[in-house]
């Protein structure tokens, strides 16, 4: 047999099927994208789905507040179609970069489709945790599907029944927080956490919070403050305090032990994810799971029933 002719025949159903030229020109046509957090790149994989090769460059347990960028970082920013990150601050150290980078490439600060007037204001600056209020997700979420949109118009049916598949799928879950935390009697609805990554959530879901390092956890924490926070627990009555896996349980760890002290009962209520998602094999591995293991172990430990989502 000839050689053209043999090669014909083992390449033939290749190309029938597409396996050499249409999943390689697929592979070409995917988005490149960079975010910084998991929760967003979480977000943007469900509204792209297979039209793009989504990169979170901050993984488990890590902070954003204090994160700084590396060389590897910045080759993977460089490399992206669309660099997707939180903006108001929560990336404190890397706005330079995207200040600089949003000169010749697409650079969105997801918050910025959220309305001033839904932001909360602390001092001079604007709190960046958004995500805790389902309803704010849901507007980054049409964000994110318009950015796509306009990057790749060709796929813009994709992109738009994708979102809204994910859209139901937040409606559903913001209904649920409201029913899991309307569980709790409302003296007992404060929420003390490491840093106050959950002003959003109190405001949406009905709870008072307290987070001992401020919005930032670049802030500080005095004794004075300290020894307000214990008069409020042992006022209020309340069972159970919370750390985060992305900041330092030392002040946490102290205020349990000063209240302890005091002979009277505090617990640390389990572990809240604030400001990263939790391991990939883990329930908070994506962002609607990350909500419902909080929103858990919220409810368990104020309700002084221990973490139930082991
Ligand atoms: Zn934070």
């Known amino acids: 047999m000839p050689l053209f002719q043999k090669i014909l025949q083992t390449i033939g159903p290749l190309l029938l099927t597409g396996v050499l030229f249409g999943q390689s020109s697929q592979a070409l046509a995917q988005l490149k994208i960079t975010t910084t957090t998991g929760m967003i790149a979480d977000l943007v994989q469900n509204i792209a789905q297979d039209k793009a090769e989504v990169q979170a460059l901050m993984g488990v347990g890590v902070d954003p507040h204090l994160y700084k960028a590396t060389q590897g970082d910045i080759r993977k920013l460089a490399r992206a179609d669309i660099i997707f990150y939180n903006g108001l601050h929560l990336e404190g150290k890397m706005q330079s970069i995207f200040d600089k980078m949003a000169r010749t490439q697409t650079v969105v600060a997801v918050t910025e489709s959220i309305p001033e007037n839904n932001l909360i204001r602390y001092d001079q600056l604007h709190d960046p945790h958004v995500w805790f209020d389902v309803t704010l997700w849901q507007l980054v979420a049409q964000k994110v599907a318009k950015t796509l949109i306009e990057k ?38 404060l929420l003390i956490t490491a840093h106050d990554a959950f002003g959003y959530f109190g405001r949406t ?36 305090v919370f750390v985060e896996s992305s900041v330092s349980p030392k002040f946490i760890e102290s205020l ?34 990350m909500v419902r293991h909080n929103v858990n172990t919220i409810r368990a430990g104020l309700l002084g029933k221990g973490n139930q989502n082991e």
């Open 205 to 240: 879901y009905g709870l008072e919070v307290t987070g001992l390092q401020g919005i930032s956890t670049a802030g500080e924490f005095g004794l004075q403050d300290i020894k307000q926070l214990k008069d409020l627990i042992v006022k209020r009555g309340i069972e159970a």
């Open 152 to 189: 790749d118009p060709k796929n813009a049916a994709v992109y738009q029944r994708n979102l809204e598949l994910y859209q139901t799928k937040l409606a559903e879950l913001h209904t649920w927080v409201q029913t899991e935390m309307a569980k709790v009697p409302l003296p007992k609805r």
């Open 256 to 289: 349990v032990k000063g209240v302890q002290a005091e002979g009277r009962s505090l617990q640390i209520g389990g572990e809240l994810y604030s400001d990263a998602l939790g391991p990939k094999d883990s329930s908070a591995a994506d962002y609607l799971g």
